[in-house]
């Protein structure tokens, strides 16, 4: 029988929204046990929000970021790859004028460094099969219906 994995958060807030809409504190905090660390977030600005803080839309565009980034990992180390650098650029639209407003797309785009090793160097389609690999294998992609585009760069490390 296959595991079934739960996870858990813990949000609190307080404050008054007895003032009205543009008054409240939209700054609250977010656990995620066992991790110790909280983390203090905010609305997006244009919603009221502390523009020094993180908001949920950011969160869902990290945790797809990070999830395409493990994925790759993963696909790459069972292909023998020899990846040292990974970093993405990430972006997310959510356009107020299509109802009900959502994110409706999520742009990674990672630069990924490989080792410049003394076997063959897989070519740019191998490179790209394995990130359309590791986007199928991406948990958090699969629970979205937000369109999520990987347009990956690869490039070598140079040999020391």
Do not use: K
Request: aromatic content about 6%.
């Amino acid at each position: 029988m296959a595991a079934t994995h739960t996870y858990r958060s813990s949000l609190t807030w307080s404050g008054s929204t007895g003032a009205g809409y543009d008054a409240y504190d939209r700054a609250h905090r977010l656990a995620t046990p066992p991790a110790g660390a909280d983390l203090v977030l905010s609305s997006d600005p244009a919603f009221g929000g502390d523009p020094a803080l993180a908001n949920p839309e950011q969160l869902l565009l990290a945790a797809a970021s990070s999830c395409q980034l493990l994925s790759f990992l993963a696909v790459a180390a069972r292909a023998r790859l020899d990846v040292v650098a990974y970093a993405d650029e990430a972006s997310a639209l959510m356009p107020e004028d299509d109802l009900p407003v959502r994110l409706t797309r999520i742009d990674l785009r990672p630069a990924v460094v490989l080792a410049d090793t003394e076997r063959a160097r897989p070519d740019e389609e191998r490179l790209l099969h394995l990130t359309e690999v590791a986007h199928r294998e991406c948990f958090i992609a699969n629970s979205l219906r937000t369109e999520v585009v990987v347009a990956p760069t690869f490039s070598w490390a140079s040999r020391a």
